[in-house]
Every structure is written in structure tokens, then in C-alpha cells.
T-cell receptor
Framework: DAGVIQSPRHEVTEMGQEVTLRCKPI?????LFWYRQTMMRGLELLIY????????DSGMPEDRFSAKMPNASFSTLKIQPSEPRDSAVYFC????????????FGQGTRLTVV | GQQLNQSPQSMFIQEGEDVSMNCTSS?????WLWYKQDPGEGPVLLIA?????ELTSNGRLTAQFGITRKDSFLNISASIPSDVGIYFC??????????????FGKGTKLSVKP
């Protein structure tokens, strides 16, 4: 398997624009996570899905952030409108259900909002 | 909510020295995981611990799952320059059932002087 695939790797956008980040989890994994990483806050969980259903979105900072998982092999994280403070690296991760499995991370999307 | 306190935040060591870092929490965890993140990449799993008291090695790395289920440590022996990076602990909270979420520590940034 190619692992968790995220796109784009880098995104530079102007404040106010809509940004969409994409993730393809490892085939067969039924949990998908979106994390944000900044120097100040470290790795923060934004939202996670189980079998395509959002389970916990309490980490989503504001209504400007939304995430969807229309099927088992694809998820998006959207920011609309984007702001400079959204600049960060966004990671997607996936794992199998059960108590004894670990999460695998994608390479991340580095977002810069100017 | 659950939090993981990871220490130290950063370490500057000489090549060949041993390294020790740990994570503690006031909550109980089912699983402890240790990840390493290289610059520009996503975290990669180093060691997974699934049982209280478990001591596991992976080459020069050794990690233990605390007997109280509230802590874990990672040791790196005879450090080399490629050990440079950010090390994260992560734990799966214990709710008495299978839970998908992983809580991450804020990371330990390791620098190794040749």
C-alpha cells in the first residue's frame, strides 16, 4: 500500500479564499483523523471519522472549518474563508479499528495564508 | 479532557550519548505509541506498547508502558546524527472499549552534535 496520501503538499493562498485539503487513507482502514501542527500548539486533533461518520469534531476551531468523508477512500478538510492564523501543517492519519493498532500519517499539507 | 505532558521539550546532546524522554498523564491509557517526525514529513511510528509494564526494544530504542497506565518513557542509546527530529508520545484513552482517538504529547525536539 502507498500509505496515507495527502494533496497538495504545499498550498499558498490569499486571506479570504477557500482552501480544500485532500486525504486518501490506507485501504481498509476505518478510522481517519485530521490534525493541525503549529509551533505554538503542537499536534492538535481537529476531527476524526469512523466508517465515514464524524465521531468527534470538538477540535475544529471555528465554523470556517469543515470536513467530509463521502466514502471510505477519500476525505476533505475545507477552510472558508481562510485567515493568516490558519497557516500550519495539516496532517491526515488513518488506522484500523481495535485496541491494538497504530495510526499512520500522511506527509502533510503545508498551508500558508497571506 | 485527557492531556499528555511530554518532557523535556528539547534536548541538545553529543553524539554517542543516551537520551531519555517521557510522557505522563492523569488519565489511564490503553495504548502508548512513540513517533518520530523528520523535517517536512509526517510522524512515523517507532514503538507501540499495548500492555501495562511492557518493555519493548527496537534497535537502539527502548520504551516502556508504565504499570499505572498513566506514563511511558522512551530511551535512545548511543545517539547518532540521524536521530535528530521531534519525538512524540501518543496514547489511546481507556474508556472500557475500543476508542479511535489518539492523544499526542507536544513533542521533544532532539538535536545531536557530531
Amino acid at each position: 500500500d502507498a500509505g496515507v496520501i495527502q494533496s497538495p503538499r504545499h498550498e499558498v493562498t490569499e486571506m479570504g479564499q477557500e482552501v480544500t485539503l485532500r486525504c486518501k487513507p490506507i485501504s481498509g482502514h476505518d478510522y481517519l483523523f485530521w490534525y493541525r501542527q503549529t509551533m505554538m500548539r503542537g499536534l492538535e486533533l481537529l476531527i476524526y471519522f469512523n466508517n465515514n461518520v464524524p465521531i468527534d469534531d470538538s477540535g475544529m476551531p471555528e465554523d470556517r472549518f469543515s470536513a467530509k468523508m463521502p466514502n471510505a477512500s477519500f476525505s476533505t478538510l475545507k477552510i472558508q474563508p481562510s485567515e493568516p492564523r490558519d497557516s500550519a501543517v495539516y496532517f491526515c492519519a488513518s488506522r484500523l479499528s481495535g485496541m491494538y493498532t497504530e495510526a499512520f500519517f500522511g506527509q502533510g499539507t503545508r498551508l500558508t495564508v497571506v | 479532557g485527557q492531556q499528555l505532558n511530554q518532557s523535556p521539550q528539547s534536548m541538545f546532546i553529543q553524539e554517542g550519548e543516551d537520551v531519555s524522554m517521557n510522557c505522563t498523564s492523569s488519565s489511564i491509557f490503553n495504548t502508548w505509541l512513540w513517533y518520530k517526525q523528520d523535517p517536512g514529513e509526517g510522524p512515523v511510528l517507532l514503538i507501540a506498547l499495548y500492555k501495562a509494564g511492557e518493555l519493548t526494544s527496537n534497535g537502539r530504542l527502548t520504551a516502556q508502558f508504565g504499570i499505572t497506565r498513566k506514563d511511558s518513557f522512551l530511551n535512545i542509546s548511543a545517539s547518532i546524527p540521524s536521530d535528530v527530529g521531534i519525538y512524540f508520545c501518543a496514547g489511546q484513552p481507556f474508556y472500557g472499549g475500543s476508542q479511535g482517538n489518539l492523544i499526542f504529547g507536544k513533542g521533544t525536539k532532539l538535536s545531536v552534535k557530531p
